[in-house]
């Protein structure tokens, strides 16, 4: 990201479960690390972000995780807003 705005983050799809999952925004580290600086433990898919935030220019990264409530492979997908 080249300029400061707000980063809102949905997770629009969660199939076949709808048991929430946990969902984070933060900064990539090393070994494909994602440190949060910003998280939920029980998303469920929407239509409105679980989050909003504001943010300086930088490199971010958000990561989608089982917080152990699913019991099957689940399929996801996650909406990615810079403004």
Do not use: E, R
Not at 3 to 24: K, Q
Not at 55 to 67: E, I, L, M, N
Not at 77 to 83: K, L, R
């Amino acid at each position: 990201m080249t300029h400061a705005g707000t980063i809102s983050v949905t997770l629009t799809t969660l199939n076949p479960s709808t048991a929430p999952i946990g969902l984070g925004l933060g900064t990539p580290g090393s070994n494909n690390a994602c440190t949060l600086t910003t998280s939920t433990s029980d998303a469920t898919a929407a239509t409105t972000p679980q989050f909003t935030v504001t943010a300086s220019p930088g490199a971010f990264c958000v990561k989608a995780y089982d917080s152990g409530n699913l019991t099957t492979a689940t399929a996801f997908a996650i909406d990615i807003i810079h403004s």
